[in-house]
């Protein structure tokens, strides 16, 4: 028997449509509005698979939790996550696919306006052609704690019954692996020379803020640790925060290399560079996440976003 939250309705075998009212606590900075996005991919994994996604425990019985290894958020000039506000209605289309026992993709289309009839096509959704749909796609893997019982040691784990071989399988061509890779490989690239187009900065786990209800680093949080890195970078080349305001967030992507527990110190190293891959975009920001005290990679993300030229 699926699992259905309320108001979700399932369209078939791998598919789900809702329809939802933004409230204040879902609009505003990024981070609010990816962890919707995240609760409706857990939402229709669970419809689709027969799976709780939130109570799914492994064959041993521990609890296993279906982790975000890449997320990314793409808007047009007619709808961006921070042209969202209080009042506006949305329509949330979702499809899932099969990668196995122990991932499974998601693409979500989101509209103020009803889509039209069908299913999402992977083709479509990756031309990226509505200028007034917000596309979102989020790869998810699922882990168990390991033998420290932290969040340091993270491993694979499928729950029991976990019902997948249904699922579509994606083309290749839109395989999310390629552009995790190419993300990671964002880590290791050569800085600017500019000093002001740079900066590194930390921040700890605040205990009190980014953790979630199992006591895992929450996974909308590094897209806020991100923004955080992202301000302080602005204010270093001199701009108003304000300017920051106008600043429009086009394309946002995050691909998670690991967690941390609460009290880890997070080194953030943020690059500033012009242009990007996303038409309007006039600015790219990159960050790299490490552990500061044993340089685990945390994470890796992109940003691309218009400025008109203000600071």
Request: aromatic residues 8%.
């Amino acid at each position: 028997m699926n699992v259905l939250a309320p108001g979700l309705v399932v369209t078939g075998s791998d598919g789900t449509t809702r329809t939802e009212l933004v409230r204040p606590g879902m609009c505003g900075p990024g981070s609010l509005f990816v962890g919707q996005v995240g609760d409706w991919t857990w939402d229709t994994v669970s419809a689709v698979t027969d799976t709780n996604v939130y109570t799914a425990r492994d064959v041993g019985g521990a609890p296993t939790y279906l982790a975000f290894h890449y997320l990314e958020v793409r808007g047009g000039p007619g709808l961006t996550v921070r042209g969202l506000t209080f009042g506006d209605v949305l329509r949330v289309d979702s499809r899932a696919f099969g990668f196995g026992s122990e991932s499974v993709l998601t693409l979500h289309e989101i509209r103020r306006t009803p889509r039209r009839a069908g299913r999402i096509d992977p083709d479509r959704f990756h031309a990226y052609e509505d200028p007034d749909c917000l596309y979102a796609r989020t790869f998810n893997r699922w882990v168990v704690r390991g033998a420290s019982g932290g969040n340091g040691d993270l491993c694979s784990a499928s729950p029991v019954g976990f019902r997948h071989d249904h699922l579509p399988t994606l083309p290749t061509t839109h395989s999310p692996r390629r552009a995790y890779a190419r993300l990671r490989d964002l880590a290791s690239a050569v800085p600017p020379a500019d000093d002001r187009s740079r900066l590194v900065v930390d921040y700890p786990v605040d205990p009190s803020r980014d953790l979630n209800g199992v006591g895992l680093l929450y996974f909308a949080a590094y897209f806020s640790i991100v923004d955080w890195a992202v301000l302080r970078l602005w204010r270093h080349r001199g701009g108003s925060d304000a300017g920051f305001l106008r600043r429009t967030v086009l394309d946002q992507r995050m691909s998670y290399l690991g967690n941390a527990d609460a009290g880890t110190v997070l080194r953030v190293s943020v690059t500033h560079h012009g242009g990007g891959d996303v038409p309007g975009a006039d600015e790219s920001i990159r960050a790299v996440l490490t552990d500061r005290d044993t340089g685990r990679p945390i994470a890796v993300a992109e940003q691309q976003a218009t400025t008109g030229g203000t600071r």
